[in-house]
């Protein structure tokens, strides 16, 4: 009996699967419909992917880029911010007697959210006004969104009608509570001391946002501050970028938008408190994931969102008016689901998923094509250069990575072109600077940009260590190829200054995992110390980089010609960005001893901006993945001494640094200088010329993205900058079944 | 009986917490600043001031009880010390917060807990459908033909590492002939419900369910069978055949009762596992279950989902010996604790 009742309950479970299978199959033939497929996982956070921070899953990213539209800018097919005409009657761009920006935009009327309500002004303001609240950050959010804007820092710091003496008491009492506690008889708590800091920061709070203003129903302005340095700024336009939101959704019942002349500024029940908490931030944080009760403005809006099953699906929005091209989309419902990295082309070829993006490797790639071509024209691809590289970053302020000789002699005795073959299986190219072939920029100067050839050659690499200096023993006298142990390396002699970097530690300098018993050292002959040619390099566990690179740099033949060794070290990522900026409480030991990485890199944002990284100060450490200090700029400075910069344009800056402008003069001319496209894209040539000169990384190889898409899809076009959801506005599905 | 089960409740108690000291320690030891990581975010809008990036960190640090010692942040985790001046730990019903998934972990344990559950029941019902009969049938037939063959399968079938078959599966079952879907838990686009829905989720339930039911079964046969054939060649079988009883009734009603002490250990615990998701099976079909949940949180050092996940664990892991204890004493009289 009990046989028979197994029988029965497997062949039920059996049959109704495949019933299940057959009839579930049948749904979603010859709809108007698109199946993206994803290895990304989706969160749910498709309202405000990432909340605020900058640690967005790409997914709902996509999902958001779905439903939201009518941003008063919106990034083209190439990646650079343009007007959105479909949203922006007009816009105006002056400056104020502070030399404060002021963006003056007028937006159409006849807008409307996915609920028919009229798109206004105030739903332009709405999300900046909140998020730049107190309030909000009672929903972990980091209230930042106005931070550009003159006005913030009264803004955000006003709490509602409060007695702001007592906010002061308040913060002065837990300060003191938390000191105490934490006190010791050295450093006891100091009333006059934290006054004086308070009085410092502390900014009157204005219930206003006066750099916000709502001058009608459909026009408003933002003003972004030029003390705060946000202007001038070659991108500062892109603070007008703005996007619509439902009132209701951002703020719930009871909360209007007004401005009596001094800005804009948030009425009702807005700043309400029960006890020290913003009842309001409840419902901020409820909205963030509610994903039916409130309207969307893009050209599509969410039908239903499946968070057990990963499953997102959208349905069109019959009021959307058009992205900045007065697109419209055409296909009816978007389905957007999470698959397996692994089983992705199977799906694919099984029709579970209309689109597999950013297929990239050799082997991933030839699946893909093999796929296609077998297809009969059943599937089609599109193909384009990632907007980025897999990289070796050096170190550049300490070891042997210090010198710019060391990094070149890298770059040409590793083969770049064989390596990004062999890593991307012909599917890549090499690049020998950050840039992408898809910029606006290159397509600009790209051809009149002169780059070092950093082709495999051992003689050119030899020929830069030799020009470095690196032509010493370990004794100091003439470094002689084809010696054992110690003097199987060339020393460099480090002159006092290089030998006093952070607190002397090339004095010091040490090879690691020293499996074959040589450990190399910096050496002191007499009173000068000679540094080994021996790179520290650490890379991360269960990456094919890391083995490739190993197998071509640690103990190969070039690598001896050149009297260099490479030290290799493994561990996981965390203990790589550790060691790169210098963490101790991700493991790094306090003594920087690795000079070389491997890792990747990519620009997906419009804006190009590499301000800071290049900073002489050290209080931009953070910001300097290198820590390359330019010679060039401790000659000719942004800044002067007394931290001034007096803005040139770029022949007067070339002739009064005797052509020697530095990274850091580059980067930051590039963006705080330049007022046109001429201009930025003169400075960014330079800087990409200066970068390929000094090498802080060696680009490894920039692969090809493929994506592939059932052939039923028409007109789907991609590119780095422009994703498939971008693409799909575009297209329309061939053979429709009405 | 009730004494015992408060001593024992009693323990669980204390195993519990000298656990989560260590594991707690095992992760606060782990070189990883969680403040640091969220501070990142920050980096755009702090570009032109870094001073404010840095106080930020400083900040974050206090807001996550980073500047306490490690015990002080353990029982602010239990809810027994205040961080950053409240109290908001366990006891305060505060399981901590995932920053992958950026809500409490609370909140995102739900739905692949139902998943998991929802698969793990099918499939444990179906391996113990299975294979307690054919361990039976193999120990009553051993030495025989059909038992040679079931020998030879469950053993190869033991060998083969779970993601191995899994691919096998999908090769066969989903491409070479079609009859499932490569991955996923529904149809997209689809909004069945009802009745539909259900038939839907066990359409895309339905190859994982068999490379699951698959894995399982050589190990389980095995030890039934093995179990079983001990159990038979007991005195008191041999009674029970001179008896004159039916051959169904020695198997069933005497042998088999004495073969259950050592299958309950591992039926109990696969029940008990119908909690902990696979995380092999769950990632190669796309299921959103505790074991991806747990690799995520594990690769994304996550570790208040962790920490709360392996905490549950070892809840149920200590309960389910306790009731496996009780079991005992319910199958063999001799072992029932009376006092």
Redesign the interface.
Known sequence: MTKKILSLVLALIMVTACIAGCTGDEAVKNENKVIIGSTTDLSGDFRFPGWGGSSAGASDQDVNGLTVGYSTMETNQGGAYVWNNTAVKSHTESEDADGNLVITIEINEGLKFSDGTDVKAVNYLAYILAFSSPVVKSAEHPGMAGQAMVGFEAFTGYQGDVDYAKVKADAKAAAKKAAQEAATAEKPFDEATWDAAWEAKYVEPAKEFSGVRLLGDYKFSLTISAAKGYYPYYFASTYGAVSPYPMNFIFGDGVEIKDDGKGAYLTGNWYEKDGDTYKKGAHVAAARYDVSTYAFSGPYVIKEWDQATKQCTLEINPNFAGNFEGQKPSIKTIVYTKIVQETQLDQFKTGQVDILSGITGGADTQAALAAVDESNGKFAEVHYQRAGYGKLQFECDFGPTMFQSVRQAVAYVLNTAEFASAFTGGYGTVIYGPYSPDFDMWKAVGDKISLIDYSFSVENAKKALVDGGWIYNSKGEAFVEGQSGVDAVRYKKLTAEEAAVLDGVNKNYTSVENTDGVEYKTVKVGEDYYMPLVINWFGTTNNDVTDMLAARLVGTDNVKALGMVVRSSVGDFDKLLGEIYRMPSYGYGGTPTYGMFNLATGWNSAIYDYAFNWSLDPAYFDYSSNKLYDEYDKAYPYYDAEGNHTKKSYADAVAASGDKLGMDYLSMAMVYDATTADEYNQWWQAYIERWNELMPDVPLYSNYYYDVYNAKIENFKTSPFWSPVDALLYCTIANVAE | MGKYVLKRLGYVLVVFLILSILMYLVYAMI???RA?AEV??????Y?????K?EAKYQELRKELGLDQNVFVRYLGWLGLAPIN?TYQGILQGDFGYSYE??RPVIEILG?PM??TIFINI?AT??AL??TI?LGIFCARHRGGKRDTIIQTATIIGYSIPTFIMAIVF?WLL??LI??????????????FTGVRQL??E??H??LP?VVMTVSSLGGMTRYVRASMTEALSMDCIRTARAKGLREKVVVYSHAWRNALIPIITLVIGWFLGIFSGSIMIE????L?GMGQIYI?SLNA?DFEVVLLLQMFYVIIGLLGNLVIDIAYGIADPRVRVNK
């Not at chain 2, 570009?47 to 001073?51: F, L």
């Not at chain 2, 991955?183 to 689809?190: D, L, P, Q, V, Y």
């Not at chain 2, 990632?283 to 796309?286: A, K, S, V």
């Open positions: 070189p990883y600043d640091r990142e975010q920050y980096k755009t809008v570009k032109n001031e870094p001073e990036f001046g998934y950026n739905e139902r998943n099918f019902i179906l459908g299975i009969p999908i989903a491409i079609p009859i499932f879907p490569v991955s996923g838990m529904k149809t997209a686009g689809s909004n038939l839907d066990l359409y339930m339905g369910l990632n190669i079909f796309g959103n995520n050092k």
